[in-house]
């Protein structure tokens, strides 16, 4: 089975570059989903989340808000939120590749926003990177936002910064899918790249 690892800067458009993939049949693992699983009400994290960030679960339910701002204002707490988050997420991610590999897939689609970051990538046959310019990707976070629940841009900033550059990201990726023009363009460069593997394999 070859594992494709898709990641790209935040709203850069991995989701929706992740939904086509899955419309093409093929099994995609969502981290940005599993971590908010592993939050949910009952879940093994919240207890450990309640522990060490008091306050931010109410009524066994994660406080977003209120884990967003502690955040942004603790200079180490992102750090020790991913030393909860993590291993539990490559848990789960190994779960799914397993269930692939037992399904006999051809292929499979990791979504990882940190894929680079914790040098997943390498353990990718094929790394697709979602690209789309600062500026389009700040104006959807502003739009997010205002749409309520989603982080503000003040938020974004401090999580962007810890993510790589646009520039670093093209340099390790195999293909790059441009995401910053219409959906139907991002469509159609998805759907080419599909019929490549599936020519290839
Ligand atoms: C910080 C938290 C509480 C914010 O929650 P919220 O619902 O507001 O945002 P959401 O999860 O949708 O993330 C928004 C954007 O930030 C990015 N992001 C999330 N965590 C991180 C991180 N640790 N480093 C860099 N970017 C991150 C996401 O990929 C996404 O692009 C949440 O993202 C979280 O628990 N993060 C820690 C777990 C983690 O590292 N996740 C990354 C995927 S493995
Ligand atoms: N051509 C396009 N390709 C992808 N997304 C687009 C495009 N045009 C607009 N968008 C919009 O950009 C926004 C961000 O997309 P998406 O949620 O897929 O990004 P993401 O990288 O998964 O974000 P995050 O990592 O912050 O969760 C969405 O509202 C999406 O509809």
New binding site residues.
């Given amino acids: 089975m070859r594992i494709i690892g898709l990641t ?12 086509l993939f899955r419309k093409g049949g093929v099994s995609v693992f969502d981290a ?1 989903a599993c971590v908010r699983r592993l939050q949910g009400k009952g879940s093994k994290a919240l207890p450990l989340i309640e522990k060490m960030f008091s306050k931010t679960v109410l009524e066994g339910h994660l406080d977003r808000g209120a884990l967003r701002e502690v955040v942004r204002t603790q200079p180490d707490a992102l750090k020790r939120l991913e030393a909860i988050m993590h291993p539990l997420v490559r848990a789960e991610r190994a779960r799914f590749l397993k269930q692939c590999r037992a399904r006999k897939e051809p292929f499979c689609v990791l ?1 990882i ?1 940190l894929l680079m970051e914790i040098g997943e990538d390498r353990r990718c046959d094929l790394v697709v990177v ?1 690209e ?1 310019p600062m500026s389009t ?1 700040l104006s ?2 502003r ?2 936002g205002r749409s309520g629940g989603r982080m503000s841009v003040m938020d974004a900033k401090g999580l962007l910064k810890r993510q790589m550059s646009d520039h670093e990201r093209r340099r390790r990726a195999d293909i790059v899918i441009r ?5 139907g ?2 469509a159609r460069q998805v759907h080419a790249l599909l019929h490549r593997l599936r020519e290839a394999s």
């Fill in positions: 790209g800067g935040m709203a850069a458009g991995k989701s929706t570059v992740a939904t940005d979504d926003p979602a789309a990707r959807r976070i739009q997010r995401t910053g023009l219409s959906r363009y991002a």
